[in-house]
């Protein structure tokens, strides 16, 4: 059981390039987050999705699109990449039937856009 | 006002001492607290759910006052391995959760 898993787990971009992450989780989690963690910030939700075939902004979604064609995978992807995105980003997944359940975080992957 | 707010710290300690945190919280319609360990450059853990009656987890005691919109994280007997950001997690519906900046603690021989 590998929990939430996220690749790559690091990445260089120049700006305008773009480029997917991907976040895979085993737990047959019904909802499933996308964030990015800047310092002095703390976690800032982009997008998330509360089952598969459906995605919702978060606080943060400029800049960024996001897909959950199946339920175990949730991608989120940089278009245009702008220096700003310059972050680390994590994927987490929630089991989301009922209130209050936690997330369980991904590794992250680190981004530097130039 | 944040959603969230938590002392940045850092809180500095000797190995054996107590230490605690609060962590305050906006929404009085919020509905679940947790608290959440993150080491330097990983990933947030799950430490603890907070109850409203208020729960204990070997040496980390969880305190929630709704009437105050206040949760607390108590360690007692603190370990060099306890070195970490604490982070304060506050559920307020729709299975989103608001996370707060963290307090440092560093746990010292």
């Known amino acids: 059981n590998a929990g939430v898993t996220q690749t790559p787990k690091f990445r260089v971009l120049k700006t305008g390039q773009s480029m997917t992450l991907l976040c895979a989780q085993d737990m047959n989690h019904e909802y499933m987050y996308w964030y990015r963690q800047d310092p002095g910030m703390g976690l800032r939700l982009i997008h998330y999705?509360?089952?598969?075939?459906?995605?919702a902004k978060g606080e943060v979604p400029d800049g960024y699109n996001v897909s959950r064609l199946k339920k175990q995978n949730f991608l989120l992807g940089l278009e245009s990449a702008a220096p700003s995105q310059t972050s680390v980003y994590f994927c987490?997944?929630?089991?989301?039937?009922?209130?209050?359940?936690?997330?369980?975080f991904g590794p992250g992957t680190r981004l530097t856009v130039l | 006002r944040k959603e969230v707010e938590q002392d940045p710290g850092p809180f500095n300690v000797p190995e054996g001492a107590t230490v605690a945190f609060n962590c305050t919280y906006s929404n009085s319609a919020s509905q679940s607290f947790f608290w959440y360990r993150q080491d330097c450059r990983k990933e947030p853990k799950l430490l603890m759910s907070v109850y409203s009656s208020g729960n204990e987890d070997g040496r980390f005691t969880a305190q929630l006052n709704r009437a105050s919109q206040y949760i607390s994280l108590l360690i007692r007997d603190s370990k060099l391995s306890d070195s970490a950001t604490y982070l304060c997690?506050?559920?307020?519906?729709?299975?989103?959760?608001?996370f707060g900046t963290g307090t440092r603690l560093l746990v010292s021989p």
């Open positions: 997690v506050v559920n307020t519906g729709f299975q989103k959760l608001v």
């Open positions: 987490a997944s929630s089991l989301g039937r009922r209130g209050g359940q936690p997330q369980y």
């Open positions: 999705s509360v089952g598969e075939g459906t995605t």
